[in-house]
C-alpha cells in the first residue's frame, strides 16, 4: 500500500526516507491516515528507529512532503545511547500519522508540554520493523 523510498546514503546528512502510494509522492505526516481500520479501533505508526538501531531518525515537519531523516544537533547527527547490553532501542519506535503535540499545551496532569512533533508510538514485541514501513 505505501512504499518508503530511501534516497542518500544512511547515517549522512542527506539521507532521507520518501514514501508514495500507488506510485504517487506523499506526506507520512499528512497523508497516511491516523486510523488504518474503518471502525477506527486501530492506528497507523510510522517507524522512524527500527528495534536494535540507535540512529536518532524522525518526521522532518520542514521539508516538503515530510521525509524522515536523523536529527541533528549542533550540526552532529543524533544516536539513541546504547543502554548495556542492547544495542539502541528495545522497541521500535516511532509516530502516529495525522497528529501534532503542541507545544502551548501544558498538560495538567504531567505539567509537560508538547514537543512540536507527530504524537510519538512504541511497538513492544519480538519482530524487528523496517526504518519506513508502516505498522498497525
Known amino acids: 500500500m ?6 542518500g546514503t544512511p547515517n549522512t546528512l542527506d539521507y532521507r ?11 507520512p505526516f499528512h497523508d497516511i491516515p491516523l486510523y488504518s481500520d474503518d471502525s477506527q479501533q486501530y492506528c497507523n505508526m510510522v517507524v522512524e ?9 524522525e518526521i522532518c515537519k520542514e521539508e516538503s512532503l515530510n521525509p524522515i531523516k536523523q536529527d541533528v ?6 544516536y539513541v545511547n546504547n543502554v548495556f547490553p ?4 528495545i522497541w521500535n519506535y516511532g509516530a502516529i500519522p495525522q497528529t501534532w503535540e503542541d507545544p502551548a499545551h501544558v498538560d495538567a496532569n504531567t505539567k509537560a508540554k508538547g514537543d512540536n512533533d507527530p504524537l510519538d508510538a512504541v511497538e513492544i514485541g519480538s519482530a524487528v520493523a523496517a526504518r519506513g514501513e508502516v505498522k498497525q
Open 17 to 27: 526516507i520518501f514514501y508514495t502510494k500507488d506510485g504517487v509522492p506523499i506526506s
Open 86 to 89: 542492547y544495542h539502541g532501542y
Open 73 to 78: 544537533k549542533k550540526g552532529k547527527l543524533r
Open 2 to 7: 505505501y512504499s518508503a523510498v530511501e534516497r
Open 49 to 57: 528507529i527500527p528495534r536494535w538501531t540507535n540512529a536518532k531518525m
